[in-house]
């Protein structure tokens, strides 16, 4: 089992920046991948960001490339998605989640996800 819990979120203007935390406890090694989701009301959850605890992986979706980064805390267990030039659009509940393999872009092999953090952001 692992478990996971994101911290970080909050309410800011467009074009402001926000830093979301996931720390990760428990059998972290048998999910060797972790990713970050969204899910705007009304809509389906979407991939943003992952990264292996390795560190030999990332990757970004398009309409985040450039402005969210992805970085890892190997010593806390702690994941990170820093995302700045924020956008009206980019509101949504922000998930972290685990994975042992499969397509990281993809929500199916996530075994494991938190229990999520609103992010919005004002126009």
């Given at each position: 089992?692992v478990?996971?819990?994101?911290?970080?979120?909050g309410?800011?203007?467009?074009?402001?920046?926000?830093?979301l935390?996931?720390?990760?406890?428990?059998?972290?090694?048998s999910?060797?991948?972790m990713?970050?989701?969204?899910?705007?009301?009304?809509k389906?959850?979407e991939?943003?960001?992952?990264?292996?605890?390795?560190?030999?992986?990332?990757?970004y979706?398009?309409?985040?490339?450039?402005?969210?980064?992805i970085?890892?805390?190997?010593?806390?267990?702690?994941m990170?998605?820093?995302?700045?030039?924020?956008?009206?659009e980019?509101?949504?509940?922000?998930?972290?989640?685990?994975?042992?393999?499969?397509?990281p872009?993809?929500?199916?092999?996530?075994?494991?996800?938190?229990?999520?953090t609103?992010?919005?952001?004002?126009?």
């Open positions: 089992q478990q996971l819990a994101e911290s970080g979120g309410l800011v203007q467009a074009g402001g920046s926000l830093r935390s996931c720390a990760a406890s428990g059998r972290t090694f999910s060797p991948t990713g970050w989701f969204r899910q705007a009301p009304g389906e959850r991939f943003v960001s992952f990264a292996t605890w390795s560190g030999g992986r990332t990757g979706a398009d309409s985040v490339k450039g402005r969210f980064t970085s890892r805390d190997n010593a806390g267990n702690t990170y998605l820093q995302m700045n030039s924020l956008k009206p980019d509101t949504a509940v922000y998930y972290c989640a685990a994975a042992s393999f499969g397509d872009r993809r929500a199916t092999p996530y075994d494991y996800w938190g229990q999520g609103q992010v919005t952001v004002s126009s």
